[in-house]
């Protein structure tokens, strides 16, 4: 499979990623940490489930060490941190720093080996992160009015948490992403620990609410990890921190098309940014893609 493949593989977790908003508020008010665990063992059930027709992939959870603290960092500490963050800053400032993490994949990956930062990397994640900004914050201005607090701290370690997870895993490329089951399980049982010494457990009342965990666990916090991990391995990594902007888009609109908020002038000129962004960003791989393809008045054979 080439780059440019598995960069559309990495693509599809970000488009799984929109539907996070949706799904979390249709599951209801369940705590936190009790929806993060039930939510991760579902996804790492996923992965794991596939070893019935394929029980030699067990065998790839024999990693180094390395590989594991890893994927924990990378899943657990950056999802326990979010939450953490969440409940101690403003939703919105905590998400606007947090999602710095792409334009630190382009920088991080600028020192992969076979990596080269280019100017239209920077200009395309700038745009994409101008879009992010102006969808997160419906156009408006957010600044520290209450000055900095311990979860602005702690959303911009996410932000680091989650780039060098997603960088890192370059490194590891050799490894299967049966792993990522591992990883989800792993995350599971740490936020079940701390659902148990900090929350009240809340069940879900009605049919819709179930369904609602299980796509969340099954496909945004399932196959979006699958599939994320691959691209980041084998894809064109600058090119996904880039296209990385498009998941607060695009969750707004799914939000909108569900019904829950109207329309704002924001999201248009979001779209704009963070498209601009997106394709002068990926500027070589479309170019390379084009040069493949016959040109006119040829004849293939």
């Not at 939000?255 to 979001?270: I, N, R």
Request: aromatic letters at 10%; one cysteine or more; hydrophobic letters at 55%.
């Amino acid at each position: 499979m080439n780059r440019t493949a598995a960069t559309l593989i990495g693509f599809v977790a970000i488009l799984t990623w929109s539907f996070l908003a949706l799904l979390s508020t249709a599951a209801g008010a369940i705590p936190p940490f009790q929806l993060a665990a039930m939510t991760f063992a579902l996804g790492g059930l996923v992965g794991a489930s596939s070893w019935i027709a394929r029980p030699q992939a067990i065998r790839s959870l024999r990693q180094p060490w390395q590989v594991w603290a890893l994927g924990t960092a990378g899943l657990c500490i950056y999802h326990c941190a979010y939450f953490f963050a969440i409940q101690s800053a403003p939703p919105v400032e905590v998400s606007l720093i947090a999602y710095l993490w792409p334009l630190l994949i382009v920088v991080f990956a600028a020192f992969l080996p076979g990596e080269k930062l280019k100017t239209h990397h920077v200009i395309g994640v700038i745009l994409g992160l101008a879009g992010a900004i102006v969808v997160i914050t419906k156009g408006g201005s957010v600044g520290l009015a209450d000055g900095i607090r311990p979860g602005h701290v702690i959303a911009l370690s996410c932000a680091f948490i989650w780039s060098g997870y997603s960088v890192l895993s370059r490194r590891f490329g050799q490894v299967p992403t049966d792993v990522v089951a591992g990883y989800c399980l792993i995350t599971s049982a740490v936020a079940f620990a701390l659902h148990l010494a900090l929350e009240t457990t809340i069940w879900p009342e009605a049919a819709t609410q179930w369904a609602a965990i299980v796509i969340l666990g099954t496909i945004p916090l399932g196959a979006g990890f699958y599939a994320w991990d691959y691209g980041c391995k084998h894809g064109e990594i600058m090119v996904l921190g880039a296209l990385s902007y498009a998941a607060p888009l695009f969750s707004v609109i799914v939000l909108l098309l569900a019904g829950f908020g109207a329309f704002h002038w924001s999201v248009a000129l979001a779209c704009i940014l963070i498209t601009a962004g997106a394709a002068i960003a990926a500027k070589d791989m479309l170019l390379r893609r084009q040069s493949r393809l016959p040109s006119a008045g040829t004849t293939a054979t």
